[in-house]
């Protein structure tokens, strides 16, 4: 495919990050070369190079079956590379949980223990570390004020909305104080209504705190207004076929949804997923 890297700066820097092979010392992850053959056959991701700096908020964009979860799996440790490697902080698996290089991960379900309070549910983390009381207690308290359940901490998850239990979700990753959170489309199941309010809260969240969110999403409206990157994909196989960088000035609020800046991210993200759902975009741009 022909290349343009006059309309698509963003491609160029793809490039440049990719080749420059050794993290840099403020990178929190990076994919060098990775790819996934699954026990099936399945080739789910071939040669991903991806550098994520520490406080970005960077959005994995693509078609059903690209391979947003199995890279942000392996970015939790939870999947192995086939091929390649990851690195936290620069170095292996090894290193996550010490100070200053922790990760949590939030899934799509709540994933709440049903029979227990929002409290207990956002304390079990901290429980399974033997923190003690009194710093979990603080620790609890905080991250319910974060997202908005105060007046909460005694209810059972099933008094509660979906929105409300993903935000008490967001609160136990949040209590564990992460410095890399890993979102797997929590927010998918949720009404626009409610989607919004919690990208929203969620990205006042990530602005007030040293935290690099890795956010998988379908949807191009979130991932411009939440991320200060998009990585687009593409599916058969999985790889990257564009990195986007959001630079939007000004606050991310409602009047930014309908803003000019915010429909022209939308169109230049929305002409690479039809590329990528044409089949198009092997590890290159699109054509304009
Ligand atoms: N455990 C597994 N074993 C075999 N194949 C798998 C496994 N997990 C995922 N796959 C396949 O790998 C490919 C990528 O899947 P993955 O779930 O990572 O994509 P995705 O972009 O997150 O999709 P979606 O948006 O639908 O959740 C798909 O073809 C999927 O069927």
């Not at 710093?135 to 359940?149: C, N, T």
């Not at 009404?191 to 006042?204: H, K």
Request: aromatic fraction near 6%; hydrophobic fraction near 40%.
């Amino acid at each position: 495919m022909k290349r343009d890297d006059q309309a698509m700066p963003q491609l160029a820097a793809l490039e440049q990050g990719a080749d420059a092979g050794v993290a840099g010392s403020d990178a929190v992850l990076s994919a060098q070369r990775v790819e996934k053959t699954y026990r099936n056959g399945t080739r789910a991701l071939d040669e991903v190079k991806l550098e994520i700096k520490r406080g970005e908020f960077v959005s994995l964009l693509g078609p059903s079956g690209c391979g947003k979860s199995t890279l942000l799996k392996m970015f939790a440790g939870l999947e192995e590379p086939s091929h390649g490697h990851i690195r936290w902080w620069g170095k292996n698996l090894a290193t996550v949980g010490t100070p200053g290089h922790t990760l949590a991960m939030v899934f799509q379900e709540a994933t709440l223990m049903p029979w227990a309070s929002v409290e207990q549910n956002v304390r079990l983390p901290l429980d399974l570390k033997h923190m003690a009381r009194n710093e979990s207690d603080a620790r609890v308290r905080d991250a319910l004020k974060l997202v908005g359940l105060d007046n909460f901490h005694k209810v059972l998850p099933r008094e509660l909305s979906g929105g409300m239990q993903m935000r008490a979700s967001i609160a136990r990753a949040l209590a564990t104080q992460p410095n890399l959170l890993l979102m797997d489309e929590p927010f998918g199941a949720l009404d626009e209504f409610t989607r919004n309010r919690l990208d929203a809260d969620l990205r006042d969240i990530w602005s007030k705190q040293d935290l690099t969110v890795v956010f998988v999403t379908h949807s191009i409206y979130e991932a411009v207004f939440l991320s200060s990157r998009v990585i687009v994909m593409a599916a058969r196989p999985g790889r990257i076929i564009a990195d986007v960088a959001i630079d939007a000035p000004g606050p991310r609020d409602d009047a930014f949804r309908i803003s000019a800046p915010f429909m022209q991210y939308c169109k230049t993200l929305s002409d690479y997923l039809t590329l990528a759902n044409q089949g198009g975009g092997s590890h290159d741009a699109l054509d304009h």
